[in-house]
């Protein structure tokens, strides 16, 4: 089993800066992708961005330009650095890990208000 916690949620106003952190514990030999999903209310969770253990990373077209992934396999932790929010970019972002099957975080609340 794979746990995922993840912080640095709240709230900005449009144009500002925000950053995630994911850590991972349990049975972490073996992780490759992890990366960011969000979902908004009343929508799909959808991606935001991945990167697998050898740094191989993608964005949603959405977010490329103003969001950064990066990890740190030593602290098997990854970062999503949000830069220029949108109110479009408010909602739940889950941190999301993949060592044979997919697991979850709880979620972090980012709210970006006009």
């Known amino acids: 089993q794979v746990q995922l916690v993840e912080s640095g949620g709240g709230l900005v106003q449009a144009g500002g800066s925000l950053r995630l952190s994911c850590a991972a514990s349990g049975s972490i030999f073996g992780i490759n992708v992890m990366g960011w999903y969000r979902q908004a209310p009343g929508k799909q969770r959808e991606l935001v961005a991945t990167i697998t253990r050898e740094g191989s990373i993608n964005y949603a077209d959405s977010v490329k330009g103003r969001f950064t992934i990066s990890r740190d396999n030593a602290k098997n932790t990854v970062y999503l650095q949000m830069n220029s929010l949108k109110p479009e970019d408010t909602a739940e972002y889950y941190c999301?890990?993949?060592?044979?099957?997919?697991?979850w975080g709880q979620g972090t609340q980012v709210t970006v208000s006009s």
């Open positions: 999301y890990a993949v060592r044979g099957r997919g697991y």
